[in-house]
């Protein structure tokens, strides 16, 4: 095939663009930014639950120390009975004995209540703590997801850009190439990977392969409007500005 240097030429730049276009699309469906706000979206969804476990247990520690008041309450009115009967005036030993059990036995559930209660203050006030450090881990979660989100929104915009302007260059590049050779040059990129290459002293620019010495006197002695091939990747080789 034959086509005019400059349009040889034009290839290079092109292979260049698409390689910088296919990893432009790679980076916009993997950008860090996407990455890192999954993370923290991650670690908020864990630590929502840590929260809602927190609050469940507060929950259970206050329900409990309401009904252990309401208990001792109980016992309060108990005790002001027991202690309101005079046992002497009662009419036998038996109810002499049952009003002094009464009293020492409220007496006792009194201060085991009273024990018990200590305990659930305790549990509650850990419990208002954790929904206090959970909710602010929360909250900082949050900030930091914000940020994150216009972090990745300022990412793809400038993925975005980038491909635009670099398949913007490829289009004009690419009308200025004859459509045979753009054809070629699409096949072997389909293939291939890389469709064209600069022509290095010793070496193929598209696959990086080292050629041999036959090969590159070969080339040299080929006709500049004549299109050669890498002998190792099929790549459309360009001669450098000046070669002959």
Same mark, same amino acid.
């Given at each position: ?6 349009? !040889? ?7 260049? =663009?698409?390689? +910088? ?5 790679? @980076? ?8 890192? *706000?999954?993370?923290? %979206?991650? !670690? ?8 809602? +476990?927190?609050?469940? &247990? ?10 252990? =008041? ?26 002499? +004995?049952?009003?002094?059990?009464? @009293?020492?036995?409220?007496? &006792? ?10 305990? *659930? ?18 909250? !900082? *979660? ?24 670099? !398949?913007? %260059? %490829? ?27 600069? =022509?290095?002293?010793? %070496? ?6 080292? *050629? ?24 459309? =080789? ?7």
């Amino acid at each position: 095939m034959q086509a005019p240097v400059d349009e !040889q030429r034009h290839l290079v730049e092109i292979a260049e =663009l698409d390689a +910088r276009i296919a990893g432009l699309r790679h @980076k916009d469906k993997h950008l860090p930014e996407q990455e890192s *706000l999954d993370e923290l %979206r991650e !670690q908020r969804r864990s630590a929502a639950g840590g929260a809602a +476990r927190a609050r469940i &247990r507060l929950e259970d520690a206050e329900r409990a120390h309401k009904k252990m =008041l309401s208990e001792l309450a109980d016992l309060d009115k108990r005790a002001a009975e027991a202690a309101a009967t005079d046992e002497a005036s009662l009419p036998t030993a038996s109810a002499r +004995r049952d009003a002094a059990h009464e @009293k020492g036995a409220v007496a &006792r559930l009194t201060e085991e209540l009273k024990a018990q209660l200590g305990d *659930l203050e305790t549990a509650r006030e850990a419990g208002e703590a954790d929904v206090a450090h959970h909710g602010a881990m929360l909250d !900082q *979660l949050d900030s930091k997801i914000a940020t994150a989100e216009i972090a990745r929104l300022h990412a793809i915009h400038d993925v975005g850009a980038s491909l635009e302007s670099a !398949q913007s %260059r %490829r289009a004009a590049l690419a009308a200025q190439v004859s459509g045979e050779l753009m054809a070629e040059y699409e096949r072997i990129a389909a293939e291939r990977g890389a469709g064209a290459g600069e =022509l290095h002293p010793h %070496r193929c620019g598209a696959c990086q392969m080292e *050629l041999d010495r036959a090969t590159i006197a070969a080339f040299h002695d080929t006709p500049a409007g004549t299109i050669i091939h890498c002998p190792e990747c099929g790549a459309i =080789l360009v001669r450098p500005k000046g070669a002959q």
